[in-house]
Nanobody, 116 residues
């Protein structure tokens, strides 16, 4: 069973930076997209960055210009660079991989806390 593994979360002051990494999907083939989602307490899980197989990236307005998703196809890892962090970015961040057949794979999540 594939289990994605996230790392890099933690506590940071507002305006600071964190880099999240996700691996553990070396056995997943025909990847359609990779993404990072987040879920704050009492809120629904939402996507914060998506990268398609052709490299096309999508960001919601709330993180555009501050977050950058990148991938290493050889290592099968996907990272999320988060700059200019705000308290409202506080959430559990999840890595997501979707294959060409629409199957979703998720990590266990990593906590990001931004203090004001």
């Amino acid at each position: 069973q594939v289990q994605l593994v996230e790392s890099g979360g933690g506590l940071v002051q507002a305006g600071g930076s964190l880099r999240l990494s996700c691996g553990g999907f070396a056995s997943i083939f025909s990847i359609k997209s990779m993404a990072w989602y987040r879920q704050a307490p009492g809120k629904q899980r939402e996507p914060v960055a998506t990268i398609a197989s052709d490299g096309f990236t999508i960001y919601p307005e709330s993180v555009k210009g501050r977050f950058t998703i990148s991938r290493d196809n050889a290592k099968k890892t996907v990272d999320l660079q988060m700059n200019s962090l705000k308290p409202e970015d506080t959430a559990v961040y999840y890595c997501n991989v979707v294959n060409n057949w629409g199957r979703n794979y998720w990590g266990q999540g990593t906590q990001v806390t931004v203090s004001s």
